[in-house]
Nanobody
Framework: QVQLVESGGGLVQPGGSLRLSCAASGSIFSILSMGWYRQAPGKQRELVAA???????NYADSVKGRFTISRDNAKNTLYLQMSSLKPEDTAVYYC??????????????????WGQGTQVTVSS
């Protein structure tokens, strides 16, 4: 298990930007694949961005070109830079980890528990 704490959400106007952070506990951060998920009201949780231990990134089509995932292994922190935000990006954002790439990981292979997440609201 990995303890994860998300932060950085807020209210932003369409077209605006936000940077989310995910602080991870433990000394194994650098050997884990990490990712950002989001869940909008009435919808299933979806993976929007992931980064492997080697730095390879993948994005959902809905955020490609607008979101950038990055990691700082020295700080045990994962980031999600979001730009050109749209109302449909409104959701609670969560981070999680696995020992395999997130886009192929099943729920049972995720190492973090779903905590509070951080709310992102895109509205004028």
């Amino acid at each position: 298990q990995v303890q994860l704490v998300e932060s950085g959400g807020g209210l932003v106007q369409p077209g605006g930007s936000l940077r989310l952070s995910c602080a991870a506990s433990g000394s194994i951060f650098s050997i884990l694949s990490m990712g950002w998920y989001r869940q909008a009201p009435g919808k299933q949780r979806e993976l929007v961005a992931a980064v492997t231990t080697g730095g390879r990134t993948n994005y959902a089509d809905s955020v490609k070109g607008r979101f950038t995932i990055s990691r700082d292994n020295a700080k045990n922190t994962l980031y999600l830079q979001m730009s050109s935000l749209k109302p449909e990006d409104t959701a609670v954002y969560y981070c999680n980890a696995a020992q395999i790439p997130l886009f192929v990981a099943t729920q049972s292979e995720l190492l973090g528990s779903w905590g509070q997440g951080t709310q992102v609201t895109v509205s004028s």
